[in-house]
């Protein structure tokens, strides 16, 4: 049997502004983030949950809606934050599209090794 067929391709995708050179994208991390907002309530439940600082989890948001030209998350104080309607929106089409790329990857690896 060939080591080959042992491995396994990775597939991480990223959802950029092209309007915006350089900046943060969405990808792995900050759909995280955002995931564990919509779970837990909060940013800073979500942070903790990720063992992050709210510090940084508040700077990644802030610079991510910067780059993306959206706001992802919506804050009330005290209460906890949630997701706007368009960043619930950006992160099922984003963990729809990975889920995808995965499979399809998977099985094209797996063909390409034969």
């Not at 080591?3 to 350089?22: H, Q, S, Y």
């Not at 903790?48 to 992802?72: F, V």
């Not at 309607?85 to 099985?107: N, R, T, W």
Request: net charge positive.
């Amino acid at each position: 049997m060939s080591k080959l067929n042992e491995l396994e391709p990775t597939v991480r995708i990223n959802i950029a502004n092209p309007a915006n050179e350089g900046g943060s994208v969405f990808g792995p991390g900050i759909a995280a983030l955002c995931n564990g907002v919509r779970e837990r309530g909060s940013l800073n439940a979500a942070a903790k949950s990720m063992g992050m600082a709210y510090s940084k989890a508040w700077r990644i948001i802030k610079d991510t809606e910067t780059a993306l030209g959206m706001q992802l998350l919506i804050r009330d104080g005290a209460h906890g934050s949630s997701l706007t309607e368009e960043g619930s929106q950006l992160l099922d089409v984003y963990a729809s599209i990975q889920k995808k790329l995965s499979k399809e990857s998977v099985k094209l690896y797996q063909n390409l090794c034969k």
